[in-house]
């Protein structure tokens, strides 16, 4: 009797965890599908959309007034694209491996019909916005594993659920969620391994086998895996050496090392297979922006940078769209709410190292890792990837498991949460400080979804709605081309008009502008795109607005073509650099 009592209460406090789980998971969907739609594109979304349908963009033409539907055309389904198309468009155009493509192919196939273009960004944002919502059970799954909390793997589902960073990255059509998925699996057998060195004992196959398919559909979804993996290899040699001079009745052997090796083999195969794609990214013209500045106003700079994306991971209060005076008070209670709260994240992690001390060291070793392998990046190889958000969703995982850790003790007088007898006191104290951390990331959520914060650095939508509202005479968007991040900026553009057009019932399609751009070869000889601007201006009806979106022309030879600046017209704080010129 009293065992079957025993087990009836299992059961139902396994229910309850589940039903708690289904709730996290319930809230973080929610919020990532709030006003999925609600911001415009990005010059990276429009590239994740078009080589997705296996287009490209190099069948856009330049030096030429195009419609905007021709300039949409790389974001049309077409149903004879297949799987073969999309890698090799990928190749030819990208510097990114084809998972997600392939992914977003299949996914946008299920939804959309011949030629049609989807101008509401949910297709392509939604299959992300899943992925970060699968990262919550995820990370109570790594949680579990790593130290066999039940309170640890709640609380960082529920920071998952409601983390800024996390639904700012789940509301982006890219393919960093789907990276996320594959950190924490790869995570979660390196917990594994880290329990086998510690017992002394073989990797079972199964997982091992699992770890290597992980980390080579990472590497196929984004090359920055290879830095989480970079990550990992720094904590498994600090386990080896840890190994290799503890004391204790079984003795080193290189017997149980063997399978870790085995999986290391099999996960360098699995990149050197990338290897010939990989290595011409540091060259490529679309990475140029990330150069690292040496100059002592700018060498420092990278550092605050990393210290704010870590923040947002956890909090984020209005700063963008807003008064200063929101800004400088939200910067001012974050920063009193940091004084307030680290010191109680310090005292829960060194009550945590009491008692479950090799998954913790872990997790910490991979975040300094990655954060030593990230300034290496910066300084060494002269790529500042810091001046992007988007790129530090290597640790981002293990920052959500470590706070979640630090809040579960942070009572160190008061909690014992991860004791060997499994029993949990999390007493008022303790919960006071997680309950106002989670209602921080909850508010920081809000921030997000309602554009106070992550914001586009182009607000194309305000400025499609500016030219819309100013000009009242056949106009034409000009924009000068470089490289193809211009032309996808122009796209963007041309997309945030047909979600304008489509939204306004009343708004006549001849009101709708044309598009041009400008090439440029030499981008320090202005006078070869004015010579292009020049014939084209000549061929078309007057009066005529032209635009000039961040167009790399001098005003004073456009006066000569009689297309006086209007100053008044200037939209400001949208991202481009726009000038009206009245053509008359």
């Not at 060194?350 to 070793?365: A, D, Q």
């Not at 508010?443 to 400025?463: A, C, E, M, P």
């Amino acid at each position: 009797m009293l065992k079957q009592s025993k087990n009836r209460s299992n059961n139902s406090s396994n229910w309850l965890h589940l039903l708690l789980l289904l709730g996290w998971l319930a809230i973080g969907m929610v919020l990532r599908f709030t006003n999925l739609d609600a911001k415009p594109a990005s010059s990276i979304e429009i590239a994740t959309m078009g080589f997705s349908l296996g287009h490209g963009f190099t069948q856009i033409p330049l030096d030429r007034v195009i419609s905007e539907s021709t300039l949409l055309s790389p974001l049309r389904f077409d149903a004879a694209v297949n799987y073969a198309d999309v890698v090799n468009r990928l190749m030819t155009e990208s510097t990114h491996p084809p998972l997600y493509f392939w992914l977003t192919f299949w996914w946008t196939k299920l939804f959309s019909s011949n030629g049609e273009v989807d101008a509401s960004l949910e297709i392509g944002r939604s299959l992300s916005a899943i992925f970060g919502g699968l990262a919550i059970p995820a990370i109570f799954s790594l949680s579990w594993v790593a130290f066999r909390s039940r309170l640890v793997a709640h609380l960082a589902a529920v920071l998952m659920a409601v983390s800024p960073y996390g639904i700012y990255l789940a509301q982006e059509a890219r393919h960093y969620t789907l990276s996320i998925l594959w950190i924490i699996a790869s995570l979660t057998c390196l917990m594994v391994a880290t329990q086998c060195i510690a017992r002394r004992t073989k990797l079972p196959i199964w997982v091992g086998c699992i770890w290597i398919l992980v980390n080579g559909l990472g590497m196929a979804t984004h090359y920055f895996f290879c830095l989480a993996l970079g990550a990992e290899t720094l904590v498994i040699m600090g386990l080896w050496y840890w190994d290799f001079n503890r004391k204790g009745q079984a003795q080193f052997s290189f017997s149980y090392w063997w399978s870790i090796g085995a999986v290391g083999l099999g996960t360098l195969v699995g990149c050197l297979v990338w290897l010939p794609v990989a290595s011409g990214i540091s060259s490529n013209e679309l990475t140029d922006w990330v150069q690292t500045s040496y100059d002592l106003d700018d060498i420092w700079q990278p550092i605050p940078r990393l210290l704010a994306w870590l923040i947002t991971m956890v909090m984020l209060l209005p700063i963008e769209g807003v008064p200063t005076e929101v800004i400088v008070i939200s910067a001012l209670v974050v920063v009193l709410f940091l004084i307030w709260l680290i010191p109680a994240l310090i005292r829960g992690i060194k009550s945590s190292l009491n008692s479950e001390l090799m998954p913790l060291r872990v997790l910490i070793g991979y975040w300094l890792g990655a954060i030593l392998i990230y300034l290496v990046v910066i300084y060494g190889l002269g790529k500042d990837i810091s001046l992007a958000a988007r790129y530090h969703f290597v640790y981002f995982p293990v920052v959500i498991v470590l706070m979640a850790v630090a809040l579960a003790n942070c009572q160190a007088s008061q909690v014992k949460v991860l004791s060997k007898t499994k029993r949990h006191w999390f007493y008022a104290e303790g919960k006071r400080v997680a309950i106002i951390v989670l209602l921080m990331g909850f508010i920081g959520s809000l921030t997000v979804i309602n554009n106070y914060g992550f914001q586009k650095s182009r607000h194309s939508d305000s400025l499609a709605n500016h030219i819309l509202a100013t000009s009242t005479v056949p106009s034409i968007v000009t924009m000068t081309y470089e490289t193809s991040s211009q032309l996808r900026e122009l796209i963007a553009l041309a997309l945030s008009f047909e979600r304008v057009s489509s939204q306004t019932k009343s708004l006549s399609q001849s009101k709708l502008p044309q598009f041009l751009l400008v090439q440029q070869k030499d981008t320090n000889n202005q006078d070869i795109g004015f010579s292009s601007l020049t014939k084209i201006l000549a061929s078309q009806p007057k009066p005529l607005d032209l635009w000039g979106i961040n167009l790399k022309v001098d005003s004073e030879n456009l006066n000569q073509l009689n297309c006086i600046e209007d100053s008044q017209s200037q939209l400001s704080n949208s991202g481009y650099k726009n000038h009206l010129y009245h053509c008359r």
